[in-house]
């Protein structure tokens, strides 16, 4: 298996500062919004983007959750190892609000998609948006789009996209995985 | 560890410890989900389970009923009562006409000790204990130490007093495996005519008076006499078992320390525990009853994953 990085950490920094500002232009002061991470990987970009905001605008206090969306999956006994589940975290009421889903890398979109059932069953906010790092493009099964993304990246089917925070791997930065055919 | 070692739960005595963190770390999450105003998740839509009970039940078939639903799973209803056994029909013969409805598990209460293994071996479905005779009910054992779990942080370390009728109860034979598995201290308390000779065998201490068990224990699990099943006089009467190992609150007020009092219901009250006691902020016997619905949803679920996948 051969890796090369293609996005470092410097590339990761400047994406999410861009990220922030594009989410306060279209959120203002993030009064009516609430940013929800889906479980595990996308609370790490959460964590990144709420220190980011405070940083940018140190009034700001939005407010955030996190969703696991185990019971949710459409491939429950039809993948090879089973799932554990992770915390579900929704303290805030989304009846009404503006939901920004928060992920890492978005690829076939079937996690989405069970992120907004999970989602809707805890209210029916009056908008939901989503926010990815990594939107590997061309690859989806669902109708799917992203309205803030970090970085496109075009990559085959072997391939893998993983991206690593300093906080869980010690390094921030997205890496290209190629398995090489025998 | 992501996956159950076994397929089926027919008894604590075959899971490993891991097993029950595992169960336990999952209904953790379901708890959350019965707590919500959807108390509902699409998990096992495409599972079909059936209840089978050839014993009376209410809590365990409500529980059950409901964790079922929960998780979205089509349930069909068995009573032993309305149906073919009393014509005749041997258990084997039974499960097998239902499964052939495609049906995907079993969930089993029976008289008999012993009968979910031996349907477990005879036909081709995921089988959960719900109770079989004297022998074991798994999922009360595993809804009692979460309870614990619950409420005093650990399992580990712990002190509990199983007190009542243990020779006749799958309850106290389940939870000593659970508890013991998990690093519990188990002591049995009760007339010694209603213990059984060599449980002390198993590991657990053994006392016949009330107030020294209790001043021991940091959990006394209190059960019930089970009238039905008492085929000779055990003890000269209600009255007189209440007197010596019935709680009241001025035993309670004795002790050194405050306990946590658990009932795995139905609770006769007045005779094994004073109604003061039982309605008390130390009992956690409502809590086991929430509890049960979230453990049983963890066993169901992991149990599930074990299904061959769809074609």
């Known amino acids: 298996m051969q890796s090369r990085t293609i996005i470092d950490n410097k590339g990761v920094n400047l994406t999410i500062t861009r990220l922030c500002y594009q989410l306060i232009e279209n959120h203002q002061d993030f009064s009516n919004t609430i940013l929800i991470a889906l479980q595990p990987r996308g609370t790490f970009l959460l964590d990144r983007i709420i220190a980011k905001l405070k940083e940018i605008k140190p009034d700001l206090y939005p407010k955030t959750g996190s969703i696991d969306i185990t019971f949710y999956r459409d491939d429950f006994r039809r993948g090879n190892s089973p799932i554990v589940a992770s915390r579900t975290n929704m303290e805030h009421s989304i009846e009404g609000r503006r939901i920004v889903l928060v992920d890492d890398v978005l690829y076939t979109g079937r996690s989405v998609r069970s992120a907004m059932d999970a989602l809707l069953d805890f209210g029916r906010p009056i908008q939901v948006e989503l926010l990815v790092f990594i939107d590997r493009r061309f690859k989806r099964h669902l109708p799917i789009q992203p309205e803030y993304v970090g970085s496109r990246v075009d990559s085959l089917n072997s391939e893998r996209v993983i991206m690593s925070w300093d906080e869980k791997e010690g390094k921030d930065e997205v890496q290209l995985y190629t398995i090489e055919e025998k | ?311």
């Open chain 2, 1 to 311: 560890m992501s996956e159950l070692s076994v397929e089926h739960l027919i008894g604590i005595k075959s899971l490993t410890e891991s097993d029950i963190q595992l169960i336990f770390a999952t209904a953790d999450n379901f708890k959350q989900v019965i707590n919500r105003p959807i108390k509902k998740v699409p998990t096992l839509r495409d599972i079909t389970i059936a209840n089978l009970f050839f014993e009376n039940s209410t809590r365990t078939k409500l529980s059950f009923e409901l964790a079922e639903k929960r998780l979205s799973a089509d349930v069909i209803n068995f009573s032993a009562g309305s149906s073919s056994v009393s014509k005749g029909e041997t258990l084997v013969d039974t499960v097998n006409n239902i499964l052939a409805m495609k049906v995907d598990m079993v969930v089993m209460r029976h008289p008999n000790p012993g009968a979910s293994v031996f349907l477990s071996q005879r036909v081709n479905s995921r089988i959960i204990n719900a109770g079989d005779g004297a022998h074991e009910h798994p999922t009360q054992a595993l809804l009692d130490s979460y309870s614990i779990r619950e409420k005093l942080g650990d399992v580990a370390g712990k002190k509990v007093v199983i007190v009542g009728d243990i020779l006749h109860s799958r309850v106290a034979m389940s939870n000593i495996f659970c508890l013991q598995k998990m690093g519990a201290e188990v002591m049995v308390c009760g007339p010694k005519t209603l213990l059984p000779k060599y449980i002390d065998k198993m590991g657990v201490k053994v006392e016949t008076d009330l107030k020294k068990a209790l001043n021991w224990c940091d959990v006394a699990n209190m059960l019930r006499i089970q009238m039905e099943r008492l085929d000779i006089s055990y003890f000269p009467s209600l009255r007189e078992y209440t007197m010596q190992f019935g709680l009241t609150a001025q035993i309670l007020k004795e002790l050194k320390k405050p306990i946590t009092i658990m009932h795995p219901g139905p609770i006769n009250r007045g005779v094994e525990i004073s109604s003061a006691i039982a309605d008390s902020e130390q009992a956690i016997i409502l809590d086991q009853v929430e509890n049960g619905v979230a453990v049983r949803m963890a066993i169901l679920y992991l149990l599930a994953q074990k299904i061959d996948r769809p074609q």
